[in-house]
């Protein structure tokens, strides 16, 4: 008689708001052709009697932030998360919550990703600074020594598990200075032709998507703009904060460099030693440089085709590069009936594909994610080319 194998079950935790934006339904039925169960998580209980899970797969990061925030019910929720984790150092984690811990924190990120080696292959980060006083004197003397300079946008210095996470600020001025609203990180603003690539990373896969994005500013006299980053770069945006002025329509974009993006993905896997990761980067008018700007953990993936195949096989690759992992999947078994991508030369030029719709960063709390929903569509292709390709890095 066969001996049966193991069960393999991924439990997950995320929004409801944002099962039902992946079509989470859809995801359970892939899973079953891969010989997985999926089981959503109760936090409000220990997990010991939940399991056994092979990999655990989540969207926390609003509830971690409620917890540094000294949120009692979240302090509780996380608990039970870790306690888990600690106890059963043969379940894999997508993704590990000390690293997701690195991006809650903007200030801490973009200094993570300033020290790395980058800088290099002709991308950097912008000039930053951390603002913790309300003294306009203080303030200016800070962002003169950093380098910063006018106009720079202020953003939140936390990043996710609250509602002005994405509410910024540009800044033009001295003057202006008193718009600050610390704690905050002040970043220089760098002209980019109001085009945001977004890259969109699943393991050892990652797919581009160009967005709108602010237009090119000066520094100036006018008023202080406030805005939500969402309202600005969601793909169907029409903000005026968009439109080119007539000057700059003149202006040329550059088309992004596949190599580069490629860097870019691998060195922040590699620093940031996570899977699931949304980046944003644009290419500086007039010098071709590329900045990045932001970076998200599990993103909405909007436009992302085929993501649910991409996710498996992040899943997949995790499970079977996990240290502790007593079972490994049989991958030559016939259930799987969804082939593995290898990452091969053949592979990484394959699926192109126009732009999909805006990616928002989603609550991890009850009140579900923090953006609204969004139709999907089908773009025809403009001047940038995006495609899904693969990569080579080190698992976490």
């Given amino acids: 008689m066969t001996e049966s194998k193991p069960s393999r079950v991924i439990g997950y935790w995320m929004s409801e708001k944002k099962s039902q934006k992946l079509n989470w339904t859809e995801f359970g039925s892939v899973c079953r052709k891969y010989g997985f169960d999926l089981v959503k998580l109760d936090l409000n209980q220990p997990l010991e009697g939940q399991g056994p899970f092979t990999v655990i797969l989540h969207k926390l990061t609003d509830i971690i932030a ?3 925030q000294g949120d009692p019910k979240a302090r509780v929720m996380i608990s039970h998360v ?6 059963h150092p043969e379940v894999a984690i997508i993704d590990p919550l000390d690293n997701v811990r690195k991006l809650l924190d903007r200030y801490r990120y973009y200094s993570i990703i300033h020290n790395s080696d980058l800088e290099k292959a002709d991308v950097f980060m912008p000039s930053f600074v951390e603002l913790t006083s309300s003294d306009c004197k203080e303030n200016l003397k800070t962002l003169r020594l950093a380098g910063v300079d006018f106009p720079f946008v202020c953003k939140p210095s936390v990043a996710h598990g609250s509602s002005n996470a ?12 008193k718009d600050c ?6 970043q220089s603003f760098i002209n980019h032709n109001a085009i945001l690539y977004k890259i969109y990373l699943v393991g050892d896969e990652y797919f581009v998507v160009d967005r709108p994005s602010l237009k090119n500013f000066y520094p100036s006299d006018r008023e202080t703009i406030f805005f939500d980053s969402h309202d600005v770069s969601k793909a169907d945006s029409t903000s005026s904060l968009s439109i080119l002025d007539p000057s700059d329509k003149m202006i040329l974009p550059s088309r992004p460099d596949p190599a580069k993006l490629q860097r870019i993905v691998c060195t922040l896997r590699k620093e940031l030693g996570m899977s699931l990761l949304g980046i944003d980067v644009i290419i500086e008018n007039g010098s071709g440089r590329y900045g990045i700007i932001d970076i998200n953990a599990y993103p909405g993936y909007d436009g992302y085709p085929n993501f649910f195949d991409s996710l498996m096989n992040c899943i997949l690759e995790t499970v079977n590069h996990h240290p502790c992992t007593v079972y490994k999947p049989d991958l030559s078994s016939t259930q799987f009936c969804l082939p593995l991508t290898k990452h091969t030369a053949e592979s990484k030029n394959s699926h192109i594909m126009s732009p999909g719709s805006g ?5 991890g709390f009850d009140t579900g994610d923090s953006s609204d929903e969004k139709k999907k569509r089908n773009l025809s292709v403009g001047s940038t080319t995006v495609s899904r390709r693969s990569i080579t890095t080190t698992s976490e």
């Fill in 66 to 68: 409620l917890t540094n």
């Fill in 181 to 186: 609203r610390p704690p905050c990180v002040a």
């Fill in 82 to 87: 870790e306690s888990y984790i600690n106890d």
């Fill in 166 to 177: 994405h509410k910024m600020a540009v800044i033009f001025n001295e003057k202006g200075v």
């Fill in 359 to 363: 990616d928002q960063d989603d609550s």
